[in-house]
């Protein structure tokens, strides 16, 4: 009797000291919910974990889905057989094709079976050889490796090829963050970044309805509800600013319209990162790119917020950025043409080096900007995602 299984890799690193079950055992629940509807079983072993009991039409579902699992380094689709050798070796000759360069490598995990690992490398190559005489033996750069697993629960796994996964931290095990998340390329990435470390993600969008368009903000609940995919359960909160961009608009000097946006963002972002609980803001910042991106404006824009602010694509270079974004499946829809809040008021020509007292000198102008901030929480719109 042998089968198809898909056989799950996870890291070592998090394996080690006195978190490894809480880390396990966070895994073991993302991997149960993500195949949940999908008629299967999964063992969950010490060291592997293996995906069995499914109808071969389901398994690129399958696979497609534990991809989106962050704390999976690898899979690999396998066929399972027992522990006879006669079985192994006909499952074995199967799989290999008929010409070209082959090794065997094996693995015994199961310590008292009777073959060490040489001698099941040694006789399956034999049989191998013998029944396709056209195939040759090179141990150093084969064209066709075949992996044979021994474990301890009277399995042996025959698999040839290695699919790479998300990797990182099982999701929720990183504390939680509040992403910033605008319709751009560079958030999206930036929230991913930091759930693939295990950060949970709550993501808060800004928009200037009706200088923004609805389909803008839809923009930003369709990229939230893609990151969903890997962040399980995220919720997206929605806020206007036009409020306090009319009076930014009003009262301020035109070019340090970006910078006091920004300012005002981040204290609305650290007053819902406390409702939600979240420990830190995320936002999708990359050093340089735009005036508001240089030193300085961050520095300005940070001396508002008490929390961290991550911003893991700090030191990325924009193709590095669309790189992610094309793989994680968020550039197509971040690249749709619509506006962002940030747009709406645009100076010619932006600060590039605003300074903290100049700054506050503006913002002093508005003089009911706490009152500002507190109505536009209070229009806080939360939106579930998954
Ligand atoms: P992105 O591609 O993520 O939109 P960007 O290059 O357009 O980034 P900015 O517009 O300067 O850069 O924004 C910098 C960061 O500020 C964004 O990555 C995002 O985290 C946050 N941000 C910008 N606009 C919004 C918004 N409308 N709602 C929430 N966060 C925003
Ligand atoms: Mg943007």
Redesign the pocket.
């Given at each position: 009797m042998s089968d198809n299984v898909i056989l799950i890799r996870f890291g070592e690193l998090y394996l080690k000291g006195k978190n490894k079950d809480y880390f396990e055992n966070m895994l073991k629940n993302h991997i149960t919910d993500k195949l949940r509807g999908i008629e299967c079983n999964v063992f969950f072993g010490r060291g592997r974990y293996v995906v069995k009991d499914y109808d071969a039409s389901v398994e690129y579902n399958i696979i497609s889905r534990l991809k989106h699992v962050f704390g999976i380094h690898s899979i690999s689709t396998a066929r399972r057989c027992g522990y006879d050798l006669d079985e192994i070796a006909d499952l074995a000759i199967q799989m290999t094709p008929n010409s070209g360069t082959f090794r065997v490598t094996s693995h015994r995990s199961y310590k008292k079976y009777p073959l060490n690992s040489l001698q099941i490398n040694m006789q399956l190559g034999e049989r191998i050889l013998q029944a396709k005489p056209n195939l040759q033996v090179d141990l150093h750069t084969p064209s066709y490796t075949i992996n044979v697993d021994v474990r301890e629960n009277g399995d042996v796994y025959l698999y040839d090829s290695t699919i790479k996964c998300a990797g990182g931290m099982p999701y929720g095990t990183g504390g939680k963050g509040l992403?910033?998340?605008?319709?751009?390329?560079?958030?999206p990435v930036?929230g991913y970044m930091m759930a693939k470390r295990g950060m949970s993600i709550a993501a808060?969008?800004?928009?200037s309805y009706p200088y923004t368009s609805e389909a803008a903000k839809q923009k930003a609940i369709d990229l939230a509800k893609i990151l969903g995919e890997y962040c399980p359960s995220i919720k997206l909160a929605c806020i206007s600013l036009t409020e306090i961009q009319e009076a930014i608009h009003n009262n301020c000097k035109p070019n340090y319209m970006i910078t006091l946006v920004r300012r005002f963002?981040m204290r609305i972002a650290q007053k819902i990162a406390g409702k939600f609980g979240c420990g830190c803001l995320i936002?999708?910042?990359?050093l340089g790119?735009?005036a508001?991106?240089t030193l300085e404006s961050i520095t300005v824009t940070n001396a508002v917020v008490d929390i961290p602010v991550f911003r893991p694509c700090i030191g990325m270079d924009k193709d590095e950025i669309i790189d992610i974004a094309e793989n994680i499946g968020t550039f197509k829809k971040?690249i749709e043409p619509y506006e962002?809040?940030?747009t709406v008021f645009l100076p010619e020509f932006p600060l590039i080096k605003p300074t903290i007292d100049k700054v506050e000198e503006q913002e002093a102008r508005i003089n009911d900007y706490n009152e500002l901030i507190n109505r536009a929480i209070a229009g806080l719109e939360i939106i579930q995602l998954t």
């Amino acid at each position: 009797m042998s089968d198809n299984v898909i056989l799950i890799r996870f890291g070592e690193l998090y394996l080690k000291g006195k978190n490894k079950d809480y880390f396990e055992n966070m895994l073991k629940n993302h991997i149960t919910d993500k195949l949940r509807g999908i008629e299967c079983n999964v063992f969950f072993g010490r060291g592997r974990y293996v995906v069995k009991d499914y109808d071969a039409s389901v398994e690129y579902n399958i696979i497609s889905r534990l991809k989106h699992v962050f704390g999976i380094h690898s899979i690999s689709t396998a066929r399972r057989c027992g522990y006879d050798l006669d079985e192994i070796a006909d499952l074995a000759i199967q799989m290999t094709p008929n010409s070209g360069t082959f090794r065997v490598t094996s693995h015994r995990s199961y310590k008292k079976y009777p073959l060490n690992s040489l001698q099941i490398n040694m006789q399956l190559g034999e049989r191998i050889l013998q029944a396709k005489p056209n195939l040759q033996v090179d141990l150093h750069t084969p064209s066709y490796t075949i992996n044979v697993d021994v474990r301890e629960n009277g399995d042996v796994y025959l698999y040839d090829s290695t699919i790479k996964c998300a990797g990182g931290m099982p999701y929720g095990t990183g504390g939680k963050g509040l992403l910033l998340l605008s319709g751009g390329i560079d958030s999206p990435v930036a929230g991913y970044m930091m759930a693939k470390r295990g950060m949970s993600i709550a993501a808060l969008h800004f928009h200037s309805y009706p200088y923004t368009s609805e389909a803008a903000k839809q923009k930003a609940i369709d990229l939230a509800k893609i990151l969903g995919e890997y962040c399980p359960s995220i919720k997206l909160a929605c806020i206007s600013l036009t409020e306090i961009q009319e009076a930014i608009h009003n009262n301020c000097k035109p070019n340090y319209m970006i910078t006091l946006v920004r300012r005002f963002m981040m204290r609305i972002a650290q007053k819902i990162a406390g409702k939600f609980g979240c420990g830190c803001l995320i936002n999708g910042e990359s050093l340089g790119q735009v005036a508001s991106q240089t030193l300085e404006s961050i520095t300005v824009t940070n001396a508002v917020v008490d929390i961290p602010v991550f911003r893991p694509c700090i030191g990325m270079d924009k193709d590095e950025i669309i790189d992610i974004a094309e793989n994680i499946g968020t550039f197509k829809k971040s690249i749709e043409p619509y506006e962002d809040c940030c747009t709406v008021f645009l100076p010619e020509f932006p600060l590039i080096k605003p300074t903290i007292d100049k700054v506050e000198e503006q913002e002093a102008r508005i003089n009911d900007y706490n009152e500002l901030i507190n109505r536009a929480i209070a229009g806080l719109e939360i939106i579930q995602l998954t």
